[in-house]
């Protein structure tokens, strides 16, 4: 698992696509933070990271899929894969591999966001102001966030050869999960079902860690999110053997 991450890593680090991630999600993110009259920290009177916690999962719903969308369907279109499937790796360390990595990158374009915090605490009047319990609790969100957001990608990769396909699939998915079910409940005609359908949803959980309280009934939602799409990649792959 460990050399396939490697290799994932090293193939992201020696094409553009890990520094066109970066690039992006901090221009899109520093603009909306600092720049954006609506948004911007600077106008809002608080010290605060929330413009950053309220534009970077609309953020990821675009990125993460553009990370994920090569991991399989390059490999099968390039026709590799059975190749790195006859290695003496099980589907699932291979699956892991390709998971990790495009977290790992990511968390990379996620870290130099900790600027944004240092320059807010130091601007706040006192000097850090700011709640920091919070904003750990958003960061906590955001990684996962990006945990499920990249297991659907990853699963998206997995069903098509087409990356664009496999991106499209992802970015729905992730729309469906995240808002999609905030948007369902809303109707009104669920009645006591609402807070229930509101519930399944990654926009409930991920407010509540935002708000700084980390809550295992919240932590055991994204790590059973992410595990069902593992296991969903996982059956895809195994497919081939029926």
């Known amino acids: 698992m460990f050399a396939i991450l490697r290799k994932e890593i090293n193939s992201f680090l020696n094409s553009l696509v890990a520094y ?15 720049f954006f009259p609506q948004s911007n920290v600077l106008d809002f009177g608080y010290a605060d990271l929330q413009p950053l916690f309220a534009i970077a999962p609309w953020v990821f719903l675009f990125l993460i899929p553009a990370i994920t969308m090569r ?30 990595a495009c977290l790992l990158l990511v968390l990379f374009a996620l870290l130099p966001t900790l600027i944004y915090y240092v320059s807010v605490y130091y601007l706040g009047d006192p000097k850090g102001n700011i709640d920091s319990a919070g904003v750990f609790g958003s960061y906590i969100g955001l990684v996962f966030l990006a945990a499920v957001f990249t297991a659907i990608g990853i699963f998206a990769s ?21 808002t999609g079910f905030d948007m369902l409940a809303s109707i009104d005609v669920w009645g006591p079902l609402s807070y229930f359908i509101s519930y399944l949803g990654i926009q409930y959980h991920y407010e509540t860690i935002s708000k700084g309280l980390i809550d295992s009934r919240d932590v055991l939602y994204f790590v059973s999110v992410s595990a069902l799409m593992i296991v969903a990649t996982k059956l895809v792959l195994e497919s081939r053997k029926w």
């Open 158 to 178: 997995s069903i098509s050869k087409d990356q664009i396909i496999s991106f499209i699939v992802a970015v729905l998915l992730c729309f469906i999960v995240y």
């Open 20 to 34: 066109i991630v970066i690039g992006v999600f901090l221009v899109v993110t520093g603009l909306y933070m600092w």
């Open 71 to 100: 991991s399989f369907a390059e490999e099968k279109k390039a026709g590799t894969i059975e190749l790195l499937l006859t290695r003496p790796v099980t589907d699932l360390q291979i699956i892991l591999g390709k998971y990790f």
